[in-house]
């Protein structure tokens, strides 16, 4: 009788540890910082910085440097930004990568390079359709 009562006090024990693991597979994939830069595009939901497009979910924090929230819809083409992102990023070029964080830089140096990359953008800019990708920037 005792080796019964010890089996299901054992069982129990494995079922209660076995419904503390996450559901989320997410939560086993480290966040990564991706390359400081300035965003050249936003189309459906994805932010092009540097050569890598980050997909904005629902999940993915949005905040100023000051840690205040953000929507998708405040971003504009020419902020720079830190993104981290869970998961790698693709190897396609550009490359994809899921936002975890978009950091927007708003120092009085981000956004004198943020104005020097929009003055850019509108002086090479010729289609709506047209990509582009800043690099580096010096001054």
């Known amino acids: 009788m005792k080796m019964i009562v010890n089996l299901y006090i054992y069982l129990f024990v494995a079922f209660i540890l076995g419904s503390c693991q996450s559901p989320d597979?997410?939560?086993?994939?480290?966040?990564d910082k991706g390359e400081e830069g300035f965003i050249t595009d936003l189309d459906d939901k994805r932010i092009l910085?540097?050569?890598?497009?980050?997909?904005?979910?629902n999940d993915t924090y949005i905040q100023d440097q000051h840690g205040n929230d953000l929507d998708y819809s405040e971003l504009e083409i020419g902020m720079k930004v830190k993104?981290?992102?869970r998961g790698g990023v693709k190897k396609s070029f550009p490359g994809?990568?899921?936002?975890?964080?978009?950091?927007?830089?708003?120092d009085e140096n981000s956004l004198a390079e943020q104005r020097a990359v929009?003055?850019?953008?509108?002086?090479?800019?010729?289609?709506?359709?047209?990509?582009?990708?800043?690099?580096?920037?010096?001054?």
């Open 83 to 85: 993104p981290w992102h």
């Open 25 to 31: 597979w997410k939560m086993d994939e480290s966040i």
């Open 49 to 57: 910085i540097k050569g890598t497009y980050y997909k904005v979910t």
């Open 118 to 139: 929009i003055a850019a953008l509108d002086h090479v800019s010729k289609a709506e359709s047209q990509r582009f990708m800043v690099l580096e920037v010096v001054h």
């Open 96 to 106: 994809k990568a899921e936002a975890e964080l978009i950091l927007v830089l708003t």
